[in-house]
């Protein structure tokens, strides 16, 4: 009988090894990889809902964008953009800000959109969610 048992702590012995070795792959490969991350990317225009009209200057829409986008997170970037779209036969043509957030929350965008939208008077922002890997890279100067 103790031979039964000697085996037995020898197998889950031989098991545990095992796992612990597999664990020790599995957070090694996880520490050569980049960190996943969701990048936000809002799509903001800057003609009036009401009256199709430009509500600011393009210069002053960036500025005010960023005013805004300054107090809800630590960094963005914005890219100038020109949207359009068709309503029946008539085409129209707007500046538009292309957002691009990361390190950051879906919640976190939804909050900052609602200033965009009434500062911008925007019946909405499209809002795309991309999953991407982020990196910090550094030449370790």
Same mark, same amino acid.
Request: aromatic share 8%; charged share 20%.
């Given at each position: 009988?103790? /031979? *039964?048992?000697? =085996? $037995?702590? =020898?197998?889950?012995?031989?098991?545990?090894?095992?796992?612990? $070795?597999?664990?020790?792959?599995?957070? =090694?490969?996880?520490? /050569?990889?980049?960190?996943?991350?969701?990048?936000? !990317?809002?799509?903001?225009?800057?003609?009036?809902?009401?009256? /199709?009209?430009? !509500?600011?200057?393009?210069?002053?829409?960036?500025?005010?964008?960023?005013?805004?986008?300054?107090?809800?997170?630590?960094?963005? %970037?914005?890219?100038?953009?020109?949207?359009?779209? *068709?309503?029946?036969?008539?085409?129209? *043509?707007?500046? %538009?800000?292309?957002?691009?957030?990361?390190?950051? %929350?879906?919640?976190? !965008?939804?909050? @900052? $959109?609602?200033?965009?939208? *009434?500062?911008?008077?925007? @019946?909405?922002?499209?809002?795309? $969610?991309?999953?991407?890997?982020?990196?910090?890279? @550094?030449?370790?100067?």
């Amino acid at each position: 009988m103790s /031979n *039964k048992k000697g =085996l $037995a702590a =020898l197998v889950i012995a031989i098991i545990a090894l095992c796992l612990s $070795a597999v664990n020790l792959t599995m957070t =090694l490969k996880q520490g /050569n990889q980049e960190s996943k991350d969701i990048q936000y !990317v809002m799509y903001l225009g800057t003609n009036d809902k009401d009256s /199709n009209e430009p !509500v600011f200057a393009p210069d002053e829409a960036k500025e005010r964008a960023e005013e805004i986008l300054l107090n809800h997170f630590g960094g963005y %970037t914005i890219q100038e953009a020109n949207g359009g779209w *068709k309503d029946g036969d008539t085409v129209y *043509k707007e500046y %538009t800000l292309a957002i691009y957030l990361s390190d950051t %929350t879906l919640d976190e !965008v939804h909050a @900052s $959109a609602d200033d965009l939208i *009434k500062a911008f008077n925007q @019946s909405s922002i499209l809002i795309q $969610a991309n999953e991407t890997s982020t990196e910090f890279y @550094s030449t370790g100067n």
